[in-house]
T-cell receptor
Framework: AQSVTQLDSHVSVSEGTPVLLRCNYS??????LFWYVQHPNKGLQLLLK??????LVKGINGFEAEFKKSETSFHLTKPSAHMSDAAEYFC????????????FGTGTLLAVQP | GAVVSQHPSRVICKSGTSVKIECRSL??????MFWYRQFPKQSLMLMAT?????????EQGVEKDKFLINHASLTLSTLTVTSAHPEDSSFYIC???????????FGPGTRLTVL
């Protein structure tokens, strides 16, 4: 079975400082991993995805994530937080790619302080 | 980019009535759409997989007779909550799969409140 664990339910950073949102996965097969962001009253937006190509994945808005098989991790990072990054972030796993069932983590609420 | 819409965005209904939620892929065709449910401050839980022209596949624990799904065209899937009760109040989100980009695109969600 596939699952993801987001280690922090809330993360607070100051504007301009680095962001680290942690995610560990469990999968019996080679997983596809995603990070989605959900702003209030808006639909989920795909930030980036890993599908067995390069282990360092670059996404939109300056975010990136590194797939580490030995650590079963897929942490999301950004060098410098912006106020507009404040939102809920979901780590997601799928077997078979994005066109198959997605299993969502519990989410991390990112707060950005001025 | 690919856009998925949902209608209505919010609905309030009385207990015992039925509510239909529409999910549309606006600029692409989607043979597969998914329906999720999100409780306050919780994650998304997959309810069912909707395939155009065939019966939906429901996740364990989801009542297929209560949550009727119809995927009549490549751009439209509907979720009908039948005989709604207050415990059905939730945020319902759909997604549509674009075969061109191998990506699920999510709708903005529908907030259902059952009184």
């Amino acid at each position: 079975a596939q699952s993801v664990t987001q280690l922090d339910s809330h993360v607070s950073v100051s504007e301009g400082t680095p962001v680290l949102l942690r995610c560990n996965y469990s999968s019996s097969y080679s997983p596809s991993l995603f990070w989605y962001v959900q702003h209030p009253n808006k639909g989920l937006q795909l930030l980036l995805k890993y599908t067995s190509a390069a282990t360092l994945v670059k996404g939109i808005n300056g975010f990136e994530a590194e797939f580490k098989k030995s650590e079963t991790s897929f942490h999301l990072t950004k060098p410098s937080a912006h106020m507009s990054d404040a939102a809920e972030y979901f780590c997601v796993v799928s077997v078979g790619g994005a066109t198959n069932k997605l299993i969502f983590g519990t989410g991390t609420l990112l707060a950005v302080q001025p | 980019g690919a856009v998925v819409s949902q209608h209505p965005s919010r609905v309030i209904c009385k207990s015992g009535t039925s509510v239909k939620i529409e999910c549309r892929s606006l600029d692409f065709q989607a043979t597969t759409m998914f329906w999720y449910r999100q409780f306050p401050k919780q994650s998304l839980m997959l309810m069912a997989t909707s395939n155009e022209g065939s019966k939906a596949t429901y996740e364990q624990g989801v009542e297929k007779d209560k949550f009727l799904i119809n995927h009549a065209s490549l751009t439209l899937s509907t979720l009908t909550v039948t005989s709604a009760h207050p415990e059905d109040s939730s945020f319902y989100i759909c997604s549509a799969v674009s075969g061109h980009t191998d990506t699920q695109y999510f709708g903005p969600g529908t907030r259902l409140t059952v009184l």
